[in-house]
């Protein structure tokens, strides 16, 4: 799946990153605690949270996530849409709630994989 399907399939909004929508993604996490997303830690994957400060950005980075999506319409500040785009890191923003969109990408054959 690419993360323009993702966008797609989510209704999402492009806040950074445009460029990179033919990116592949294999999996998925959903949260808003950074130490689980680093307990998940697979590469190409997306990470879907409501959490909006720069620690998100600096998470996905360390794990080589390769798209960000803010649940429930969440929107990050100039600042961290700077540090994304820095860092290859795409963003997008769907007004989906985190279990509505986690289960629309599953559908779709984005899986998380055991833990």
Same mark, same amino acid.
């Given at each position: 799946?690419?993360? &323009?399907?993702?966008? #797609?399939?989510?209704? *999402?909004?492009?806040? @950074? +990153?445009?460029?990179?929508? #033919?990116?592949?993604?294999?999996? *998925?996490?959903?949260? #808003? ?5 680093? @307990?998940?830690?697979?590469d190409?994957?997306?990470l ?7 620690? !998100?950005? &600096?998470? @996905?980075?360390?794990? #080589?996530?390769?798209? $960000?999506?803010? !649940?429930?319409?969440?929107?990050p ?9 820095? &860092?290859?890191? $795409? ?9 509505? @969109?986690? +289960?629309?990408?599953?559908?779709? +054959?984005?899986?998380?994989? *055991?833990?």
């Amino acid at each position: 799946m690419t993360v &323009r399907n993702v966008r #797609d399939k989510l209704g *999402a909004r492009v806040l @950074a +990153g445009e460029d990179h929508l #033919d990116e592949e993604v294999r999996s *998925a996490c959903g949260s #808003d605690m950074m130490s689980d997303v680093l @307990a998940f830690s697979k590469d190409h994957s997306v990470l879907l949270t409501g959490l909006c400060n720069p620690q !998100v950005i &600096r998470t @996905a980075e360390m794990l #080589d996530i390769v798209c $960000i999506v803010f !649940v429930r319409g969440k929107t990050p500040d100039e600042s961290m849409l700077q540090m994304a785009e820095e &860092r290859g890191i $795409i963003i997008l923003s769907t007004g989906h709630r985190m279990f509505s @969109a986690c +289960g629309m990408l599953y559908e779709e +054959g984005l899986h998380g994989g *055991a833990v």
